[in-house]
């Protein structure tokens, strides 16, 4: 394992190292490697998953795993716009703040 500290470790292996630990090795070490999908079809899925069901913790740190794992700008309003009519307009609003962030960030 890296010596660098993974994302789970630096927001919450503090208080819950072995929900940390999970993370790393069992979710993004085991299932986002399974070879049936794709990481950006997996990023594109779990976008909309966080945007459905209006889970905005996690949803800047997978727009930007999205954006490393091929998906574009275009494809991520996409998606939000696509969810406005499925998941609600609230949540397409909050997405969209939340992404503007994330492409703020992302400016070179």
């Given at each position: 394992m890296s010596d660098t500290p993974s994302a789970a470790r630096k927001a919450f292996g503090d208080i819950a190292p072995a929900l940390a630990?999970?993370?790393?090795?069992v979710l993004f070490g085991d299932v986002w490697e399974r070879?049936?999908?794709?990481?950006?079809?997996?990023?594109l899925?779990?976008?909309?998953?966080?945007i459905s069901l209006y889970?905005?913790?996690?949803?800047a740190f997978h727009i930007r795993k999205a954006l490393e794992n091929g998906?574009?700008?275009e494809e991520i309003i996409e998606v939000i716009t696509h969810l406005a009519f499925y998941s609600g307009?609230?949540?397409?609003?909050?997405?969209l703040t939340i992404t503007r962030g994330v492409f703020d960030e992302a400016k070179p």
């Open positions: 630990e999970y993370s790393d090795k070879p049936e999908l794709s990481q950006r079809d997996r990023s899925i779990t976008v909309s998953s966080l889970r905005t913790n996690e949803l998906v574009t700008r307009w609230p949540t397409a609003s909050t997405a």
